[in-house]
């Protein structure tokens, strides 16, 4: 006992010893975790090495550890990150910046009735950066995809509120649908793009090959993309956050037309036999009088006008002076242990470029999902979009058209109806009507998930949705009908109904979690419900009442029409890997639709695809430098549909189609013939095979993907023309074949990453290629070979926008001579068979509209809270139609002088002899038909912006979490050798009323987080 009290003091000394050595050691490390874009990453583990002691990084990535020494040394793991160990090294503030690991990447991307990780993925699937276009503009969701996804081509837009053109991998079809499918959480979205609010999107996944296509099968020929709303996350604070933008635009072309002074002028150079003097007709006459010699129809009213020095701005005047874009978002999002929720509400105002050129959007979401107990959960996402296009836009044509000479009002303000005293009638009577133009869209998907509690991995869930589109266009004009008075009212609505019975099993097949396997089973069924009434009246003694008062008007009519479409589905779809590295995938789609005929109403769609990733062979895993490497191949069949009643006979009773039998006896309805039967009508069919190849080399600072895809589509559903004795104009059949091979590559680039500065660089491209294969099948001149079809533009072993036409080499000039049907200043073409004859004999093969390729190069700088994002796409090759004199409206005064033009049209006049195009007024070119044709190419800066997030501790005392402002700008700068509007929609020099300017923007915004 004495021994022992003997050796307790010493035992007590020590251990107290050692606890004043490690208060004195310990010390508190505080710090932020961040990605290589410098954001926080929540949930990440910090353990100091060697003990039990760690936390959590806070939602931020901020953390805050006592550690035992000064010395220590913490562990930091994320998924889908590499592991990192960091010394302290009497630190007190460690921030460390964690690489992605594409070996762990848990990234996940939304394919048909289900996610995958995006390493386990065997198809050519993309994903949207929707980061990089967070402070752009854009009033649509796939504005974020023009030019950022390789092998997706999305169209530019000229006017407020309006959808793009969408097309992936190229067209592959005749006269199909030729409509992108869109998929919103899980079930076809038909509506406009633009009811749906970008603000309210998390992820934009596009499946491109049709292995991952055929999962949809008879409607998946076209691309699918894949649109996911947000959500709440469990256990998460509520959030509530606020975001507004204000966007100045203009013409990315200040285009004008001809002045009072300029339009004179211009006069003489049409008569330039008068104008000017002979020979060379360079010289001005100096006796030239405007009304007497240029050939206008003078009168009283042009007299004056010429006397009063009238000089009216008609085209400026059909403009708004300053379009814009108002943004406001507001949204609150959390969770508890079970229940999630997204609640949003959003306000966008459009003023276009051209006069009531207006849309505003109303929009609403909530989505819920709740875990009811360890087997259900239930959910519902629900939307509404709201948008107003009332207003009608004037004629942009009769803008261009009216000359300076005249102005559109009387002195006392009343309108004039034919200023120029011949048929073009006042553009701003247009503008007059009162008009209501309301499109209304809500949709509700409602779910119940159900893991079958005696079988693990076994679920059911249903997936049930609603999607109603109502649209109220309503309008009267006092200047309608010639004057007499107009008013019309249209309802139509659209009901889209759908179900999904989908049944998954996840499991493992050995004990050792090798072999992994997934099986689904999908039936569902889809019924789109159509109707539509339209009652109109004319000459009207009162419009005060407007369309509310049709029933004044002396001579109504009243159509209606409806129509249901439906589809059904079966579909089983088997996915398996070994160990991760060896992936396999298949499945089939049996469809059914209602617009073929009995015999042809179910199509089959197989697929397979397999992957290989050799990263994770023994012989590279421990490589550093490789942490991707993955070989990837497909094979799928996708189908195509038709219009509801291809395969049926249909009949149509119109005013058009009454008869009146015997004298004084009223008008009596008839049914006529409209569409003939097609019994054999069935699907298009497309099957095509990818070849892929997805890296990531030296910590995931150089990643991308490469896919090669031939596919070949058949019975190509084409509209046949029919001789006139049949009463009907065409037949819709199955024709010919057509081949569509692409390269697509995507490469991302991290040059610098320090925990300060990130710089991202990637670059994507891509080419597609079509060709017509077959067509009809028939030799109807006898040369041993299929006909092409000339009319129709479709000529076998070119593309489908192979342009034939004839080789232009100059303009015919003063002193030629010319063929019959030519003048000077006509345009002169190559006699490519010799015989002094220029026909349709010499039309050859000058080019085709489709692209010869498209890249796009992003370009992302993080400097501390400062980033700075730039986004350039390029569209190269494929020619376009660019004449400036072309359509008919440029004649719409009998005499063509009397219209007036735009002042940016290079064209022939005696001293002007090297022009591009034509001397006005050359209807035709002997019994040539020709339009001029131009390269489309061009490189655009699309996307520039600024941003600042304000430093977290200041911005917390006043309660914020996150705060950024942002200056951008679209479309500043585009490099191009085309003429005209815009290269990218294809609007050039001509007169046309869909020839609109692409707009540019400076834009401010503002992001609250609370």
């Known amino acids: 006992m004495k021994k022992t009290l003997t050796y307790l003091p010493k035992g007590c000394l020590l251990i107290a010893a050692y606890l004043w050595s490690f208060s004195v050691l310990a010390q508190n490390v505080t710090g932020k975790v961040t990605d290589e874009n410098g954001q926080g990453i929540p949930g990440t583990s910090i353990l100091e090495k060697g003990t039990r002691t760690g936390v959590t990084a806070s939602a931020d990535g901020t953390f805050s550890l006592k550690v035992s020494s000064s010395k220590a040394v913490l562990i930091l793991t994320s998924v889908g990150y590499k592991s990192k160990e960091v010394e302290v090294n009497n630190r007190t503030v460690v921030n460390v910046v964690l690489d992605s690991d594409a070996s762990q990447l848990s990234e996940v991307v939304v394919v048909g009735y289900g996610t995958q990780k995006k390493k386990d993925l065997t198809g050519a699937v993309a994903s949207v950066n929707l980061k990089q276009f967070e402070d752009s503009p854009n009033t649509n969701i796939f504005q974020s995809l023009q030019g950022s996804v390789a092998g997706v081509t999305v169209g530019q837009t000229a006017t407020a509120g309006t959808d793009p053109t969408l097309t992936v991998r190229g067209r592959s079809t005749l006269g ?18 633009t009811d749906l609010n970008p603000a309210d999107i998390q992820s934009v996944d596009v499946l491109k090959d049709p292995s991952s296509k055929a999962i949809y099968g008879a409607q998946a020929a076209n691309g699918i993309i894949m649109v996911t709303s947000k959500k709440g996350k469990s256990n998460q604070k509520t959030e509530v956050s606020y975001s507004t933008f204000y966007s100045m635009q203009s013409p990315i072309q200040n285009r004008r037309t001809l002045n009072r002074a300029e339009f004179i002028e211009n006069a003489r150079n049409e008569a330039y036999t008068k104008g000017f003097l002979p020979p060379g007709f360079t010289t001005p006459n100096p006796d030239f009088n405007y009304l007497r010699d240029s050939g206008i129809a003078a009168n009283a009213d042009l007299t004056n006008s010429i006397n009063n020095g009238t000089d009216f701005n008609w085209f400026a005047a059909g403009q708004n002076a300053n379009p814009y874009i108002v943004d406001h978002q507001l949204s609150v999002k959390g969770g508890s242990e079970k229940t999630t929720y997204f609640l949003s509400a959003g306000y966008t105002d459009q003023l276009g470029w051209i006069l009531n050129d207006n849309y505003t959007r109303n929009s609403v979401r909530l989505n819920i999902d709740t875990q009811v107990n360890d087997w259900l959960k239930v959910g519902v996402n629900t939307f509404g979009a709201f948008s107003d296009r009332s207003g009608v836009s004037p004629n942009l044509e009769t803008f261009v058209l009216m000359n300076p000479l005249f102005t559109p009002t009387k002195a006392d303000g009343s309108f004039i109806i034919n200023p120029t005293g011949g048929s073009l009638v006042n553009p701003f009577l247009q503008v007059q009507a009162d008009d209501l133009n309301k499109q209304n869209n809500i949709g509700a998907q409602a779910y119940i998930s159900i893991d079958i509690p005696w079988v693990k991995g076994l679920n059911y869930r249903l997936n049930y949705n609603n999607n109603l589109r109502w649209n109220n266009f309503f ?536």
Not at 502 to 516: A, G, P, Q, V
Not at 987 to 1003: D, E, R, T, W, Y
């Open 176 to 193: 199909g649908n030729q409509s992108v499918l869109i998929i919103l959480d899980g079930s076809i979205y038909r509506g406009n793009f």
């Open 475 to 1010: 309008n009267s004009n006092k200047f309608g009908a010639n004057g007499a008075g107009s008013a019309t009212k249209t309802n139509n609505s659209t009901y889209d109904t759908a179900y999904d019975h989908i049944l998954s099993y996840d499991t493992f097949l050995d004990k050792s979690h090798f072999h992994n396997l997934k099986a689904t089973l999908v039936y569902g069924r889809n019924r789109i419900e159509n109707e539509t009434t339209t009652a109109s009246a004319t000459q009207f003694t009162n419009l005060t009442l407007g369309y509310n008062n049709i029933g004044a008007g002396t001579i109504p009519l009243v159509s209606s029409g409806g129509y249901n479409e439906a589809f059904v589905s079966t579909t089983a779809r088997v996915i398996y890997d070994f160990k991760g590295k060896y992936l396999f995938n298949a499945s089939i789609r049996r469809d059914g639709h209602s617009a073929f005929s009995p015999n042809n109403k179910i199509g089959y769609f197989p697929a397979v695809s397999a992957g290989w990733v050799i990263s994770e062979e023994s012989f590279l895993a421990n490589n550093p430098k490789i942490n991707l490497l993955k070989i990837r191949g497909s094979y799928g069949l996708n189908g195509n549909t038709s219009t509801r009643y291809s395969a049926q006979q249909i009949y149509v009773s119109n005013v058009a189609n009454q008869y009146v039998f015997g004298d004084g006896g009223t008008p009596v309805n008839s049914f006529a013939l409209s569409t003939l039967i097609s019994p054999d009508l069935t699907w298009e069919k497309t099957a095509g095979a990818n070849i892929g190849l997805d890296f990531g080399f030296l910590n995931n600072r150089i990643e991308g993907s490469i896919d090669y895809y031939n596919s070949t589509t058949k019975d190509l559903i084409y509209d046949r023309a029919l001789s006139a004795t049949t009463g009907v104009n065409s037949i819709r059949l199955n024709i010919g074949e057509i081949l569509n091979t692409g390269l697509e590559f995507n490469v991302n680039f991290i040059p610098v990453r320090t925990q300060n500065l990130t710089w991202n660089f990637g670059v994507n491209f891509s080419t597609n290629n079509n060709k017509i294969v077959r067509l009809t099948g028939e030799d109807n001149n006898g040369d041993g070979r299929e006909d092409d079809l000339i009319q129709n533009n479709f000529f076998i072993g070119k593309s489908i926008g192979a342009i034939y036409t004839y080789e232009q080499i100059g303009l015919h000039q003063l002193g030629d001579a010319l063929p019959a049907g030519y003048t000077p200043g006509s345009y002169k073409f190559k006699d490519q068979n010799g015989d002094n004859i220029i026909d349709e004999k010499d039309r050859v093969f000058i080019g085709r509209r489709e692209a010869n390729y498209q890249f796009g190069i992003t370009n992302n700088i993080t400097y501390k809270n400062f980033s700075l994002r730039m986004f350039i796409n390029s569209v190269q090759g494929g020619l376009g139609e660019n004449d400036p004199w072309g359509g008919t409206a440029f004649y719409g005064n009998t005499n063509y002088v009397a219209s007036n033009r735009f002042n940016d049209i290079d064209y022939w006049t005696p001293s002007n002899p090297n022009a591009e195009y034509a001397k006005a007024g050359i209807v035709t070119n002997g019994n040539v038909n020709f339009t001029p044709f131009r390269d489309r190419s061009f490189v655009r800066l699309q996307d520039v912006s600024l941003a600042y997030t304000f430093n977290k501790g200041l911005i917390k005392k006043v309660g914020l979490s996150n705060v950024k402002l942002y200056v951008s700008g679209k479309n500043l700068a585009t490099w191009t050798a085309w003429k005209g509007w815009d290269p990218e929609t294809g609007a050039g020099l001509g007169i046309s009323q869909i020839g609109l300017p692409v707009m540019k923007s400076f834009n401010v915004g503002l992001d609250l987080v609370f």
